[in-house]
Nanobody, 122 residues
Framework: QAQLEESGGGLVQAGGSLRLSCAAS????????IAWFRQAPGKEREFVVG????????SYADSVKGRFTISRDNVKTTVFLQMNSLKPEDTAVYYC???????????????WGRGTQVTVSS
C-alpha cells in the first residue's frame, strides 16, 4: 500500500517562507512521479508543481514560478517543496500525490496524502 505523508505546513506572514516535505515508502517512491496540489476553501484542487523520478525534470504552475522550488531525495525517499515569497493567495491545504507521469491533471494521480495546511497572513 502506497503511503504519502506531508509535513511542514503552518502559519506564516506574507513574504515569508515554508518548506513542505512529502515522505513515501521506499519501494513506492522510486517508481512514481511526485507532485504537489493545493486546495483553497471553495476552490478546486489545483496543480502546483511536479517532479520526475530522477529529479531532473520539473513542472511549475505559473502562479508559483520563481517562488517555489521542488526537489527530491531518493535516498531519504522524500520530496521537498521550498516556498518563498509567500502570498495570502497561497493559503490552502497542500497535498502530495504520486502517479505514473508528470501531469497537471489530478485525475492522473492515484495516490494522495492527507494534506498539510499552509496559511499566509497579510
Amino acid at each position: 500500500q502506497a503511503q504519502l505523508e506531508e509535513s511542514g505546513g503552518g502559519l506564516v506572514q506574507a513574504g515569508g517562507s515554508l518548506r513542505l516535505s512529502c515522505a513515501a515508502s521506499r519501494g513506492f517512491f522510486r517508481n512514481y512521479f511526485i507532485a504537489w496540489f493545493r486546495q483553497a476553501p471553495g476552490k478546486e484542487r489545483e496543480f502546483v508543481v511536479g517532479i520526475d523520478r530522477s529529479g531532473t525534470m520539473t513542472s511549475y504552475a505559473d502562479s508559483v514560478k520563481g517562488r517555489f522550488t521542488i526537489s527530491r531525495d531518493n535516498v531519504k525517499t522524500t520530496v521537498f517543496l521550498q516556498m518563498n515569497s509567500l502570498k495570502p493567495e497561497d493559503t490552502a491545504v497542500y497535498y502530495c500525490t504520486a502517479g505514473p507521469g508528470l501531469s497537471t491533471r489530478r485525475q492522473e494521480y492515484g495516490y494522495w496524502g492527507r494534506g498539510t495546511q499552509v496559511t499566509v497572513s497579510s
